[in-house]
């Protein structure tokens, strides 16, 4: 642990120092094109939510779909433009928690998705947040990178939300049930991972 303490501040990400491509979130340098898709991600959600509930499902699956590729294209184009701002690092995992966690709240309640999907997500977003907090606590450093495991579960979650959007829609409802079904297994078994993960960075965390 220590030692990756001193790697994050020798390279800029530590407590008490910046790197160089990374500066106070209300810099001008923080509005960027990443930063305007990530922006447009989350501007969505509310979209997506009311196309939702007025029971215009196949507008509503193409909302989702535009924002969850974003999700991908604003982190790309951060990468290749070298335009990662502190503002971003904050911004997108909140787009992406809001986005998946609304998406799956309105599925449940229409009976669409299963409870335990939700849950599990909770779950995960309780894990993250709760490492978090307990490294602020103990002064210590600690970036809550997320796990390859809880990449794949976002991106499992986002694919069995975009299924289930097309069988409400009836998009080859029949087809696609069986489908809808093993990823949302899938998309659970690896949330439930990337929690025990987080939860054994954060047993570490207390016993250092």
Excluded at 10 to 25: F, L, M, N, T
Excluded at 27 to 47: D, E, K, Y
Excluded at 181 to 197: D, K
């Amino acid at each position: 642990m220590e030692t990756r303490l001193e790697e994050e501040r020798s390279a800029g990400r530590g407590p008490g120092r910046q790197g160089p491509d990374i500066g106070a979130w209300y810099a001008w340098r923080s509005v960027n094109l990443p930063n305007a898709i990530t922006s447009l991600r989350l501007a969505l959600v509310p979209v997506f939510a009311w196309l939702h509930l007025t029971d215009q499902t196949f507008s509503a699956m193409v909302v989702f779909t535009v924002a969850a590729l974003s999700d991908g294209i604003d982190g790309l184009l951060a990468r290749l433009l070298d335009q990662r701002t502190r503002l971003g690092a904050i911004l997108d995992p909140i787009a992406d928690k809001v986005l998946v966690a609304t998406s799956l709240v309105l599925l449940v309640l229409s009976g669409t998705l299963p409870a335990w999907l939700l849950v599990t997500a909770l779950m995960r977003d309780a894990a993250v947040g709760g490492l978090g907090l307990a490294s602020k606590l103990r002064g210590r450093w600690l970036e809550v990178a997320p796990t390859r495991i809880s990449k794949y579960a976002t991106f499992t979650v986002m694919l069995t939300v975009f299924l289930a959007l097309g069988h409400r829609a009836g998009l080859g409802a029949a087809e696609i049930l069986p489908y809808l079904r093993v990823i949302a297994i899938l998309a659970a078994q690896c949330l439930i991972v990337a929690s025990l993960q987080y939860a054994v960075r954060w047993r570490d965390l207390l016993r250092a």
